[in-house]
């Protein structure tokens, strides 16, 4: 199965429609200093047990700060089967389109 990467914009699309889970993938800390609405934080060194646990059938997106850490576990839980998205850019990517958006 291949890993999507979708934009800021997509994030309460899949999270309305598809039932997505938004997974925060840093640390506990940088986590409580800001993150998604309706994020989960599940830092990487636990995603592992977490992915064993989680229902196969639902979309997960991954974030990270930059995105490419969320981009590479992306890919290694994609080639296992799971349905699995990455947020270009991370949470700064998403912080920059927020900033674009009327009222932000």
């Known amino acids: ?13 899949f999270m309305k429609q598809k039932d997505a889970v938004l997974a925060d993938l840093r640390e506990p800390s940088e986590y409580e ?12 060194e636990r995603l592992e047990a977490f992915m064993r646990r989680t229902d196969r059938s639902r979309i997960h997106i ?18 296992a089967g799971f349905k699995i998205c990455s947020l270009a850019g991370g949470l700064d990517g998403y912080r920059e389109w927020q900033k674009r958006q009327p009222g932000g």
Not at 33 to 44: R, T
């Open 62 to 79: 991954f974030y990270c700060q930059h995105g490419s850490m969320s981009f590479q576990e992306g890919k290694k839980y994609a080639r």
């Open 33 to 44: 200093n800001g993150h998604i609405p309706g994020a989960v934080n599940i830092p990487a």
């Open 1 to 13: 199965m291949a890993l999507c990467i979708i934009g800021a914009k997509d994030i309460s699309v």
